[in-house]
Nanobody, 123 residues
Framework: QVQLVESGGGLVQAGGSLRLSCVASGRTFSSYAMGWFRQAPGKEREFVSA????????IYADSVKDRFTISRDNAKNTVYLQMNSLKPMDTAVYYC????????????????WGQGTQVTVSS
């Protein structure tokens, strides 16, 4: 069973940056698309970004487009989310997830999830 472990969250002021990482166990990382989702208190989990298994294609939620960048290093079994120009509305727990198909923005298409990392943006 694959394990996904996120890191890199924290507290940052508005306008600042953070880089999230998600490391996957096992040898099949490059066979899957990867995605990032977030969930704020009292809200549903929402799609943030996804990347094709080869890394050659990416998609973003409108709310993060031009501020966030997803990337992956298949040699390191790692997917990243570079977050710039952070806003208080970006405060949430961020989750990475694995999908057998691409592109997918619905959580139902992802079959493995990390435990999440907290991102808090102060105004």
């Amino acid at each position: 069973q694959v394990q996904l472990v996120e890191s890199g969250g924290g507290l940052v002021q508005a306008g600042g940056s953070l880089r999230l990482s998600c490391v996957a166990s096992g040898r099949t990382f490059s066979s899957y698309a990867m995605g990032w989702f977030r969930q704020a208190p009292g809200k549903e989990r929402e799609f943030v970004s996804a990347i094709r298994r080869s890394g050659g294609s990416t998609i973003y939620a409108d709310s993060v487009k031009d501020r966030f960048t997803i990337s992956r290093d298949n040699a390191k079994n790692t997917v990243y989310l570079q977050m710039n120009s952070l806003k208080p509305m970006d405060t949430a727990v961020y989750y990475c997830a694995r999908s057998g198909t691409y592109p997918n923005t619905s959580p139902t298409h992802y079959d493995a999830w990390g435990q999440g990392t907290q991102v808090t943006v102060s105004s």
